[in-house]
């Protein structure tokens, strides 16, 4: 398997299929026997169990694509090329994590903040995307300043060093657009919606901010900043109600960070 090229792009897309069918089948059936059990919704319990679901079923895919590849186990490596079988399985399997979450709240009623925005708090979105990219490049210049430079996230190396093809356009076009909406539907969408119903929205705005931060863990040293981001984006869907502004907002961050990057 070596996902370069039109062939490339077409294990990626078929791998997709194949993770959001098990991820959403299998979570809505959990989640659905999850409310027959306990009839009531417990706004703690759920959304550990959910990360926990995301966390387990990332894993579960990853290692079910590589044999479903049949990938030897001694060559699973730290995958960050496009062309490394075991890169791509990771990151179809944090795609069908966050699709399982998404199951998973829907089978058992959570909601996720899906009202309408008005183009007031759309714009404010935009203008939190802009935020956004200035916290993280002042983050980024203040550490090189002290002598830590930052790396980037692997799948942003993997699209920097990728050659030009069909599968560098499927990840890119996951990056800007499919990324934006999937996790701001689980940590603003479904997270911040249920731990503020329960703690109030200084930690429904806090907690899934700093979760945030830690899911794109790729230095320690950027954990903080991109926290930073996720509690700005917190703020916009707390003060809006709807999570599309976040959404906007994440999405203009995406864009312009990757077109400065390959620039």
Do not use: K
């Not at 399985?89 to 925005?117: F, N, Q």
């Amino acid at each position: 398997m070596t996902p370069t090229g039109d062939v490339g792009a077409l294990a990626l897309v078929l791998g997709l299929v194949f993770v959001a069918t098990v991820a959403i089948t299998g979570a809505t059936l959990a989640g659905w026997a999850w409310r027959r059990m306990t009839r009531r919704a417990d706004l703690l319990l759920e959304p550990a169990l959910a990360l926990v679901g995301l966390i387990g079923t990332a894993a579960t895919l990853t290692f079910g694509l590589l044999l479903v590849w049949r990938v030897p186990a001694g060559t699973w490596g730290e995958g960050t090329s496009l062309a490394d079988p075991l890169f791509v399985a990771s990151l179809l399997g944090t795609v069908g994590g966050h699709l399982a979450v998404l199951a998973w709240a829907r089978a058992v009623g959570a909601p996720v903040a899906l009202t309408r925005a008005t183009p007031r708090w759309m714009l404010v979105g935009v203008c939190a995307g802009g935020c956004a990219l200035l916290l993280s490049a002042a983050w980024t210049e203040t550490a090189r300043m002290f002598g830590r430079p930052l790396a980037d996230q692997e799948l942003v190396s993997s699209l920097l060093d990728a050659e030009p093809g069909a599968a560098r356009v499927v990840a890119l076009l996951f990056v800007v657009a499919a990324a934006p909406v999937l996790e701001e539907l689980v940590f603003r969408g479904y997270l911040q919606t249920t731990l503020s119903a329960r703690f109030g929205a200084v930690v429904g705005v806090l907690v899934p901010g700093f979760l945030f931060g830690l899911f794109h863990l790729a230095d320690p040293a950027v954990v903080p900043a991109l926290a930073g981001v996720g509690i700005l984006l917190g703020w916009v869907r707390h003060a809006s109600g709807s999570v599309y502004p976040a959404m906007v907002g994440h999405l203009v961050n995406n864009v312009a960070a990757m077109a400065l990057a390959l620039a």
